[in-house]
């Protein structure tokens, strides 16, 4: 199994919900990453998990909560969103802890907030 | 801060030209750049990664170079096809605090005119 894998592929909520995303990878890499991508923009990274650490990028607000329950599978929490989080939200993989190396994306998951 | 530039932002070919991306950034103190490639509301693909320590990777009919004093790489594209119709990104990841970071160009959308 050589693919990243995400669900749900289109999700719309609105500002009051609480929702999740999941991402799911089993080709034993030890790193695994959240990015967010709005339209006609280069992805932006927002979390890596890495040495079963989350490291957190300072500037992502709060109602965006990630989780990772085991090694192959992180979960992005969503909640009070807002419409200018509406994006593309990928998620990758690579194999070392530690050093990001070759990294292997998910189709993504479409957001659109309400 | 790490600023990357993709030069051209669009670019439109005859099947068969051979044809060069440009990828610029300001921080030379990187740990590996990677190039991908992104269909139309898809995740990336993986193409190719050159390490700090290399001049150029190749790839069928994909290489590129890197030049970390001058801030510079470049992916050649070989004999182009009408599949290679992309937006081409380039990514620069660098040691920072500890960790590493990940900064994205701005993207080249490749067009291969039959």
């Known amino acids: 199994d050589t693919e990243v894998t995400q669900t749900p592929k289109h999700l719309v909520m609105g500002m009051t919900n609480k929702k999740s995303l999941k991402c799911e990878q089993h080709?034993?890499?030890?790193?695994m990453y959240w990015y967010k991508q709005k339209a006609k923009k280069p992805p932006e990274l927002m979390f890596v998990?890495?040495?079963?650490?989350?490291?957190i990028n300072e500037s992502v607000p709060s109602r965006f909560s990630p989780e990772c329950p085991n090694s192959s599978l992180l979960n992005l929490h969503l909640h009070a969103l807002q419409p200018e989080d509406s994006a593309l939200y990928l998620c990758a993989s690579s194999p070392r802890a530690g050093a990001i190396d070759t990294q292997y994306f998910g189709p993504g998951t479409r957001l659109t907030v309400l | 801060k790490q600023e990357v530039t993709q030069i051209p932002a669009a670019l439109s070919v005859p099947e068969g030209e051979n044809l060069v991306l440009n990828c610029s950034f300001t921080d030379s103190a990187i740990y590996n750049l990677q190039w991908f490639r992104q269909d139309p509301g898809k995740g990336l693909t993986s193409l190719l990664l050159?390490?700090?320590?290399?001049r150029e990777q190749t790839s069928g009919r994909l290489n590129a170079s890197l030049d970390k004093s001058s801030g510079r790489s470049t992916l050649y594209i070989a004999a182009s096809q009408p599949g290679d119709s992309a937006t081409y990104l380039c990514?620069?990841?660098?040691?920072?605090?500890?960790?590493?970071?990940?900064?994205f160009g701005t993207g080249t959308k490749l067009q291969v005119i039959p």
């Open positions: 998990y890495s040495y079963e650490k989350l490291s």
């Open positions: 990514a620069v990841i660098v040691n920072s605090g500890g960790y590493q970071k990940v900064t």
């Open positions: 080709m034993g890499h030890r790193a």
């Open positions: 050159i390490q700090s320590s290399q």
